[in-house]
């Protein structure tokens, strides 16, 4: 009896001064700042009108119609928007050689052509891609060879038809003829509508992976264009090297994607010749707007990071989030089939609340909520 009330003595003692542990979890992890998020149809005139009062904290379009420079309370976030190229036909140039030396003279006009959002880059990889640094002395060398080109020797009888308001814009100002059926376009190509096709999104995962990858970003532009059909074959069998993970180690990875670009740029059939930066804008009032704003580098702010970080500044947490769209809903509300839209996949990309969503800068996935343990120590 003795022994059992010493044990019981010292195992109470034990307890008393041992160090205790405790988790404490909050039964439900928010995932957005505002507890409500209302999505409205405006035009750009309305968005213009009702950013600057706050009657809408973001606008998720084009570039509101500002009558001038936008108040000192609205700021704006930039993204890729979309990309020019200039395409040659089959007939305009005797072979490969003279087909490259026309394109590159009639691209090297547009360097000093300065349009609001429009900026003279001769590769297909820009800042916005994750793989910019592994192109960077190629691009340089672009940039220097179109540089040194003498503009002035273009031929201006060459009819040009433009695809897009940039190209038109740009054909206005170089004075080119304009003919719809042309031996040359220049087109304007939507980031944004070259990657719809490609994307899956599935519980946040976004297939396929290398989605903000320069390299296949260049791919999906240049190479249905090639006219050569050896060059074509060495093309798709470096792509499928690349999309298959067959590198062995990142130099050699890096390598294959360089010597893809480059071989896609080669026969000039198809020369991206510029970028355009999208604005997206919001309201940074000091009370009335909003900040922590993320975004995506090819989306913007239409992407499911900028729901789940805005914050509105009236509030510490929740309060009410009114954005601006430039159309409605037009697909089916269901996350099977639909939801395809623009302002569908932003209403869902807040719906679905996948567990991860697409990180802004690469093509890897962030958790959606962080859960952070408190140890208590006695």
């Known amino acids: 009896m003795k022994s059992i009330v010493i044990g019981t003595l010292l195992v109470s003692l034990f307890i008393l001064f041992t160090p205790v ?40 379009g084009p570039e509101p ?24 036909a089959p007939d305009a140039a005797k072979d490969r050689d003279s087909r490259c030396t026309l394109a590159r003279t009639l691209a090297s006009t547009l360097v000093t052509k300065a349009l609001p959002g429009f900026r003279f880059h001769p590769y297909p990889i820009t800042p916005f891609h994750e793989d910019y640094l592994y192109h960077f002395d ?13 503009a002035d020797s273009i031929d201006r009888s060459l009819s040009v038809h433009p695809q897009g308001k940039l190209a038109t814009r740009l054909v206005q100002a170089v004075a080119w003829p304009v003919e719809e059926k042309g031996k040359v376009a220049l087109e304007e190509v939507d980031v944004r509508a070259l990657l719809t096709t490609q994307t899956l999104s599935l519980n946040g995962w976004i297939n396929p992976p290398w989605i903000k990858q320069g390299w ?3 791919y999906l532009l240049l190479a249905d264009a090639i006219s050569e059909p050896a060059r074509r074959r060495a ?42 930066v999208r604005r ?21 702010l239409h992407a499911p990071i900028f729901l789940r970080t805005v914050k509105l500044k009236d509030f510490p947490w929740n309060g009410w989030l009114r954005l601006g769209v430039p159309t409605p809903p037009s697909a089916a ?9 623009p302002t569908g996949r932003l209403i869902w990309s807040a719906l679905g609340d996948a567990a991860l969503f697409p990180a802004p800068y690469n093509g890897g996935w962030l958790v959606n909520r962080v859960v952070d343990y408190l140890f208590i120590h006695r």
């Open 138 to 150: 190629l691009i340089e060398a672009a940039k220097a060879e179109y540089q040194a080109l003498a």
């Open 333 to 341: 509300w269901n996350p099977v089939g639909g939801f395809t839209d």
């Open 235 to 276: 093309v798709d069998a470096l792509y499928q090297r690349l999309i298959r993970g067959q590198a062995e180690g990142k130099e050699e990875q890096v390598n294959i994607e360089r010597k893809l670009v480059s071989q896609l740029v080669e026969g000039c059939e198809r020369t991206v010749v510029g970028y355009t």
């Open 21 to 60: 542990r405790a988790g404490h979890e909050l039964p439900i992890y928010p995932s957005f700042y505002p507890q409500e998020i209302r999505i409205v149809t405006v035009d750009a005139r309305e968005a213009a009108a009702q950013l600057p009062k706050a009657a809408i904290h973001a606008y998720i």
């Open 280 to 300: 997206e804008y919001y309201n940074a009032d000091f009370s009335a707007g909003v900040e922590n704003i993320a975004f995506d580098s090819h989306t913007g």
């Open 65 to 88: 119609a500002f009558d001038s420079s936008p108040p000192d309370n609205v700021r704006f976030v930039e993204s890729l928007g979309s990309y020019l190229v200039l395409s040659l």
């Open 216 to 218: 296949f970003h260049a």
